[in-house]
């Protein structure tokens, strides 16, 4: 089960912090994803990250804004989140993935998702 916060009301250039919590003994075997869907628009991928941390994929849109980390010793991952812009508002959600190689960016292979966190910037 997963569980993310962090979300609420930013303005432009501001930063905020989501976090996903994971229950169960096994979230260090997971890869981790970020997914996020604004109003009127299909979801779409952010960033995912693998099961040991080390290896880390982005979304053209928020590389060098956003950063993807876990901790596994916490069963949590996060997503920072700097420079926001407004077209960042959307809900995003974390979802975890029972693969082994590379993050993925498809949404098909994440198996458990979280409820979602409303992230909302203003200009």
């Known amino acids: 089960q997963l569980q993310a916060s962090g979300g609420g009301l930013v303005q432009a250039g501001g930063s905020l912090r989501l976090i996903c919590a994971a229950s169960?003994?096994?979230?260090?075997?997971?890869?981790m994803g970020w997914f996020r869907q604004a109003p009127g628009k299909e979801r779409e991928f952010v960033a995912a990250?693998?099961?040991?941390?080390?290896?880390?994929l982005y979304a053209d849109s928020v590389k060098g804004r956003f950063t993807i980390s876990r901790d596994n010793a916490k069963n949590t991952v996060y997503l920072q989140m700097n420079s926001l812009k407004p077209e960042d508002t959307a809900v995003y959600y974390c979802?975890?993935?029972?693969?082994?190689?590379?993050?993925?960016?498809?949404?098909?292979?994440?198996?458990?998702w979280g409820q979602g966190t409303l992230v909302t910037v203003s200009s």
């Open positions: 979802a975890s993935s029972p693969t082994w190689g590379l993050p993925s960016n498809y949404a098909s292979e994440y198996n458990s």
């Open positions: 990250i693998s099961y040991s941390g080390g290896n880390k």
């Open positions: 169960g003994r096994t979230f260090s075997s997971y890869g």
